[in-house]
């Protein structure tokens, strides 16, 4: 019996555990800006594959076409504005609380420079987002190689000269750690809002944080907009539509009417045009009739 109940308590701890913590992806724009919107909706849940959507539409142009972005997302990519670079930065570890940077950016009610808006997935999705946006065998940074490595990473960033996007992790265990972590991310935020002004380079950084504790205070909290979108959350989450798909409407609905137009007018000047006869022809027809 005591087993019994011993095992109950372990796996109810263990979803309570899993149900508070949350994913958390800051979205951070650098430079002449303009590349990335955030949307009138009001909710900010989403998944691991809509923020893939994301990515890809924004920093992968081979995808960019073809790739369409997950419906309802706070943030969408601008149709004719493209970043010149895009970083992924994620956070890993139970000490981000002790970061002070990384969390008076995770704050959506604070208005924070450089921030277009948030993203927030249920659980530690930080792990398969990190995969998702690295094309190749993720690597976490080491402690004594976090400042060259986010400095270098910003430097070029702010000159336009990443491809696609760079994925960076590091990992945040203990106290030291994370206030080696924060000093360098502040250094790194300093770096690419004065190079990248400066170069006019549009830089967007992705902050993935996992927090604990935050999906149920954000349950808490909206607990009634969770509901009526829980059974989309791997779908559409609303019937709004997303900035690039009304950029998109738009772009083909006056072409089309352009082109109607411009057609339209060509015709009517061929209709429009008076018979008259062919002086030519008649002229050639006299020469032949009088050479007979």
Not at 39 to 49: D, F, I, L, W
Not at 56 to 83: E, Y
Not at 224 to 238: E, G, I
């Amino acid at each position: 019996m005591r087993s019994i109940l011993s095992l109950g308590l372990v796996a109810l701890a263990a979803s309570a555990s899993t149900v508070s913590a949350e994913t958390a992806v800051v979205v951070l724009e650098f430079g002449p800006g303009g590349s990335v919107h955030r949307t009138t909706t009001t909710y900010t849940e989403s998944n691991s594959a809509a923020v893939a959507s994301f990515w890809d539409a924004m920093h992968r142009p081979t995808k960019r076409g073809s790739m369409v972005q997950h419906a309802g997302m706070p943030v969408v990519p601008d149709l004719f504005t493209i970043a010149n670079a895009g970083i992924v930065l994620g956070l890993q570890g139970g000490s981000v609380k002790a970061m002070p940077t990384a969390t008076s950016l995770l704050d959506a009610a604070a208005s924070v420079d450089n921030v277009v808006g948030h993203v927030h997935i249920p659980g530690q999705a930080g792990a398969d987002l990190m995969k998702r946006a690295s094309s190749n065998d993720l690597k976490i940074i080491a402690k004594e190689d976090i400042s060259s490595r986010l400095q270098s990473t910003a430097d070029t960033a702010a000159r336009g000269e990443l491809e696609g996007i760079e994925t960076l992790s590091l990992a945040v265990d203990n106290v030291d750690e994370a206030a080696v972590a924060d000093e360098q991310l502040s250094n790194m935020l300093k770096t690419l809002k004065k190079k990248a002004s400066e170069n006019g380079k549009t830089v967007v950084l992705h902050l993935v944080v996992e927090e604990e504790g935050a999906s149920r205070r954000r349950l808490d909290e909206g607990n009634n907009q969770n509901n009526q979108n829980n059974n989309n959350n791997n779908n559409a989450y609303s019937n709004e539509r997303t900035m690039y798909e009304i950029q998109t409407f738009n772009l083909y609905l006056w072409t089309s009417v352009g082109l109607f137009t411009i057609v339209f007018s060509v015709m009517s000047a061929f209709t429009a045009m008076p018979l008259m006869p062919d002086t030519l022809l008649f002229g050639e027809m006299g020469k032949m009739a009088g050479s007979d």
